[in-house]
């Protein structure tokens, strides 16, 4: 199996984030995370490692507003040119409710306007990672595209939080969604999450389209992260009605509990037939994720796994969420193990 890795990610590492009662923690979604998956995949012989190709702008202005991507690209420098006093991260504290929300010109209001919370923490390196772990999700779509059975795209910062026009939860670039859409040129694609949190960056970008079918599986937003999407009863707009799905868990819920609402996700599938499948394939279902409160055993995520590949679908599988880094090798080896 083909796996896409950049080094680039290595200078995104943000001092802290901050916490519900504005707890500062360690980021939890550090480097770290990939040294663990890189020393998995050593101990395998399947995977073959390749740097990505770059694909340029386009297919990330296809999915994001330029606007932002340029923010992206500049706010960095505006920030050590202004006159905050701890410049370690940029990270606003005044956020834009989207409704009636006009787009301010400074930098702390432009990086209101464009994050929706206090986990997607900018640094010098942040938008050369996050543009790196796009490319790593084009090489893999492309990989597939030209006939492969599955590819790994090995993404650090992650991106399903990452919507049309904002960052959120360590997400800037929405990776799968980049790749989901630069195969719907091709044919249908479904885009399945299994990371423990909604992908509201996903439902946000396809929301209104009928050609990519997204369908996510996650905590119960109701008291998760990102508290805002990811309900039942949002199902898709305009001609994308009936192409967007939602499976909200309760706390707790365990192996079969998952493997139920998979089971409904993967008919959907089965029915949309799809050319194409990209899944956003999140670790932090697993049962000692310190974010997560969903009880899924790596047996479970291993035949998770299974079961999508049954699907039998070429197969791009985007890295997402998952912070118990001493588990997330063995976590993503068990999934991956399925498609090789
Ligand atoms: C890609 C991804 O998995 N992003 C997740 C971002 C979640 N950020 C919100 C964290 C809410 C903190 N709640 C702390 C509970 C600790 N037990
Ligand atoms: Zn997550």
């Given at each position: 199996m083909n796996v896409y890795y950049s080094e680039a990610h290595r200078k995104?590492?943000?001092?802290?984030?901050?916490f519900d009662?504005?707890?500062?923690?360690?980021?939890?979604e550090n480097p770290d995370r990939m040294d663990k998956i890189l020393s998995a995949l050593q101990t395998i012989n399947w995977a073959e490692m390749i740097e990505p190709r770059d694909f340029g702008l386009d297919p990330i202005y296809a999915v994001h507003d330029k606007d932002y991507v340029e923010f992206l690209a500049s706010c960095w420098t505006e920030w050590l040119d202004s006159e905050a006093i701890d410049k370690s991260t940029l990270l606003p504290a005044t956020f834009a409710l989207r409704r009636h929300s006009q787009k301010p010109t400074s930098l702390l209001g432009r990086a209101g306007y464009y994050m929706m919370d206090l986990s997607a923490c900018i640094v010098e390196g942040t938008y050369q990672a996050a543009l790196a772990s796009a490319n790593c999700a084009l090489s893999a779509a492309d990989t597939v595209a030209n006939g492969e059975r599955s590819a790994f795209a090995l993404c650090r910062p992650p991106g399903h939080h990452a919507g049309k026009d904002y960052a959120g939860g360590y997400c800037f670039i929405n990776n799968a969604s980049v790749a989901a859409n630069w195969l719907s040129s091709n044919g249908k694609v479904a885009l399945l999450d299994v990371d423990y949190h909604c992908?509201?960056?996903?439902?946000?970008?396809?929301?209104?389209?009928?050609?990519?079918?997204?369908?996510?599986?996650?905590?119960?937003?109701?008291?998760?992260?990102?508290?805002?999407?990811?309900?039942?009863?949002?199902t898709g707009a305009g001609p994308g009605l009936g192409f967007h799905k939602n499976f909200p868990l309760e706390k707790g819920t365990d192996d079969a509990g998952y493997l139920a609402a998979l089971e409904e996700a993967l008919s959907l599938i089965r029915k949309f037939e799809p050319k194409y499948l990209v899944v956003s394939a999140g670790m932090d279902i697993y049962a000692d994720d310190p974010l997560g409160t969903i009880k899924v055993t790596t047996e479970g995520i291993s035949e998770i796994g299974k079961r999508i590949s049954v699907l039998g679908l070429p197969t791009v599988i985007v890295m997402e969420g998952g912070y118990n880094n001493e588990a997330l090798g063995r976590n993503i080896m068990s999934f991956l193990e399925e498609f090789k």
């Open positions: 995104h590492e943000p001092p802290f984030e901050i009662g504005g707890l500062r923690v360690p980021y939890l992908g509201n960056g996903t439902q946000d970008i396809f929301y209104d389209r009928d050609d990519v079918l997204t369908i996510s599986i996650h905590a119960d937003p109701n008291f998760e992260y990102p508290h805002y999407a990811g309900y039942s009863n949002e």
